[in-house]
């Protein structure tokens, strides 16, 4: 049995999962305020039951965000003497869209006006291309799939002019659909973006 943990974007989302069954999950936006919410959801998912692995969403995201999921997937892994492993945001969403289409795009607000993008191949769901962070009319050009999935898909579609954009969060549960390729990440953080600031 596997805890996914998700908190790169407004989401705060666990579940637990075996193979490709939902055990049980928690499921909240927050906005911000994952780290007050990130351990009792957890600890009410978990209960007596005990993982007997970690998966956790490494990014694109918030800052903050992915900072807080990474920290307690590490710590819990280190308590329990369990493996960790990562999963990208945007594949998370891709896992979970619904759609007969061959491709699917997937686009999340990022900071400073940008987008962060990424394409897919829906049947079986492989990824088309890199992730990409870049501002609005760069990112309606980089996405070719008319169907786009996340928090930003709305505003693309809206500056390319065509297709359809369907709001959506990341859930946890749905790491379980993610082909195992998709799953193996190291538990680090994606930024995709250079920081805002540097060491002079």
Not at 168 to 193: D, F, G, M, Q
Request: hydrophobic share 45%; proline share 6%; glycine share 10%.
């Amino acid at each position: 049995m596997q805890l996914s943990i998700s908190t790169a974007t407004a989401a705060c989302s666990v579940a637990l999962i075996q193979r490709e069954t939902l055990v049980a999950e928690r499921h909240e936006v927050v906005g911000r305020g994952h780290a007050e919410r990130l351990v009792p959801l957890i600890r009410d998912l978990v209960g007596s039951r005990q993982p007997d692995s970690i998966l956790v969403d490494c990014g694109p995201g918030s800052f903050t965000g992915i900072r807080v999921g990474l920290a307690a997937a590490r710590a819990l892994a280190l308590a329990w003497s369990i493996p960790v492993n990562g999963y990208s945001t945007l594949s998370l969403i891709a896992a979970g869209a619904t759609s007969d289409a061959p491709t699917l795009g997937v686009a999340i607000l990022g900071g400073h006006g940008e987008l962060f993008v990424q394409d897919f191949t829906a049947h079986p769901l492989t990824q088309a291309t890199g992730i990409a962070s870049m501002p609005i009319d760069s990112a309606a050009s980089f996405i070719a799939s008319e169907l786009v999935f996340g928090s930003g898909a709305e505003e693309l579609v809206r500056a390319r002019g065509y297709g359809s954009g369907l709001d959506a969060l990341p859930r946890a549960a749905n790491a379980r659909l993610l082909p195992p390729t998709l799953r193996e990440l190291k538990p680090s953080a994606i930024y995709v973006r250079a920081p805002d600031a540097s060491v002079a």
